[in-house]
């Protein structure tokens, strides 16, 4: 079956700096890879999403690169804010659009230092 | 928009008692998903309907567990008899299936079972 590993599991940057959260897969159909932020006690919401068919995608600040040859997909948030930190999730599927299930890695909980 | 709804937001119970947990998907959306997030295993798929047929249900732990999806506004997942290792955050989340990627979660429900 699908499995995402996320690495690492805390990530403590400086404000101000970059922060890096890696992912890899195993099944080479999967064509869909989201990416969740959670803050403490809410629903996780979806921050930036990319398909198979694009390598890099970018939203101001936060930016998300795949490599479908290598199974793997990141993202990454430059500059970083206090409001930056939460648990993100990076999770696969392999539907033709939001028809399917999601696999979700483990979560990395970013804390952002003053 | 009301966004994904969710009822009940707490629930504690005793062990051997039945759970319901209740979800309205937004209005429009063909696709509903029930996930569990526990500390332990994460963020965890249990069930997936598309246009009210359930399409895949190997994520649900086990017999004590059933979901329904009766019309296009409601679904229910079903727990009897609830075991203290039920308890978890369950969320529901619903996407336009084909037509659009993003799964919209709802607020969750906390289960305590004791």
């Known amino acids: 079956g699908e499995n995402v590993e996320q690495h690492p599991s805390t990530l403590s940057v400086q404000e101000g700096d970059s922060a890096v959260i890696k992912c890899t897969y195993s099944d080479s159909a999967s064509n869909y890879f989201p990416w969740y932020k959670q803050e403490l006690g809410k629903r996780p919401q979806l921050i930036i999403d990319?398909?198979?068919?694009?390598g890099e995608k970018k939203d101001q600040r936060i930016a998300v690169t795949l490599n479908k040859t290598a199974k793997h997909f990141s993202l990454h948030i430059t500059e970083t804010q206090p409001e930056d930190s939460a648990v993100y999730f990076c999770?696969?599927?392999?539907?033709?659009?939001?028809?399917?299930?999601?696999?979700f890695g483990k979560g990395t909980h970013l804390i952002i230092q003053p | 928009d009301a966004g994904v709804i969710q009822s009940p937001r707490h629930e504690v119970t005793e062990m051997g008692q039945e759970v319901t947990l209740r979800c309205k998907p937004i209005s429009g959306h063909n696709s509903l998903f029930w996930y569990r997030q526990t500390m332990m295993r994460g963020l965890e798929l249990l069930i997936y309907?598309?246009?009210?047929?359930?399409?895949?249900d190997s994520g649900m732990p086990e017999d004590r567990f059933s979901a329904k999806m009766p019309n296009a506004s409601f679904s229910t997942l079903k727990i009897q008899p609830s075991e203290p290792r039920d308890s978890a955050v369950y969320f529901c989340?619903?996407?336009?299936?084909?037509?659009?990627?993003?799964?919209?979660f709802g607020p969750g429900t906390r289960l305590t079972v004791t």
């Open positions: 990319i398909r198979s068919n694009v």
């Open positions: 999770a696969e599927s392999f539907s033709g659009g939001g028809a399917d299930g999601l696999t």
């Open positions: 309907f598309n246009n009210n047929v359930p399409i895949d």
């Open positions: 989340a619903s996407s336009l299936g084909h037509r659009g990627y993003e799964q919209y």
